[in-house]
């Protein structure tokens, strides 16, 4: 009887707040796999069902939900298993050290690992702007020695929120410090990288790179987003990548808008990866 009611007020709370549960979910799965695990276990022996209808209600694409006019979201939950990373002992031991200080998954800093290893051959220098605690950018500079990485940040949080940036109202995530960047990059012995301190590129701009083979911008709204790549632009090489982080994020519409308008731009082509980033490589000048 309890266990229905049970059911019953799960199923209530997914179908009334999809994304949040949604939230929820990733949140379980990266963080408490045994948890889920458990709930697997009990699913197969004595709930068969319990589990595969939970997941079905958040990933069925007949259970929408809308945050603007031109966005639809589900709960995309790949089928796929490969994970290559948990045989990369250095990744994994560079994951370990930064978790904390990243708000970034280990899918999408694997992705970024994988992605620095492969611009060797690319001029120009690795620019991240939105670093935070340091988390992605030590990743980044940790699994591409032979570059120097600029890294990006106002310290003092998020700035030019505006109309198409729905959550966020600027000075988020200024629970940082630059020192606190510093002392990340000396415990994993990092010593490729240079800190721009302020508005990139407004502040900083002519301190950073004059060529680009690698960018990561992570800096949550519309109006960061197309200053950085406006200013970026001519400097990108032939070859190189940009990977947004946020695309597709609930709360991220502004950095989803904008990577839609950055399609348009034929010097580029565009990759939708599932994982919340957007990835642009430049074909041509
Ligand atoms: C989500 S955090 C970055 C997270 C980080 N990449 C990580 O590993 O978790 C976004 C950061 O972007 C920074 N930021 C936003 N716009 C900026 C701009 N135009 N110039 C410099 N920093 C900016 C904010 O200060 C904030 O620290």
Redesign the pocket.
Known sequence: MLKRILAKFIYFVIVKYPHKTYNFYCYLVENHKELILKVFEIGTNQHAGWRRELTEIISNPKNPWQITETTMHYGILPQQTLSPWLLDKEFMRTYAQ?RG????DRYRCYELWALAKQINGIEGDIL??????????S?IAKAQPNKKIFL?????????SGPNDPCYKNN???D?TESEVISLMKQLDIENYEI?S???????GRNGPKKISLL?C????Y??SK??IDYCLPMLSLGSIIVF??YGFFGCEGVTKYCDELRSNKSFHFIHNLNGHAIFIKIQD
């Open positions: 930064i200080s990243t708000c970034i991240e702007v939105g670093v935070w605690k340091g988390g992605s950018g990743v990006a940040d106002t310290f003092a949080g998020v700035v030019k988020e995530h200024a940082t721009l302020g508005i990139y590129p407004d502040e900083t990561h992570d800096v949550d709204v109006g960061s200053d950085i982080d946020d």
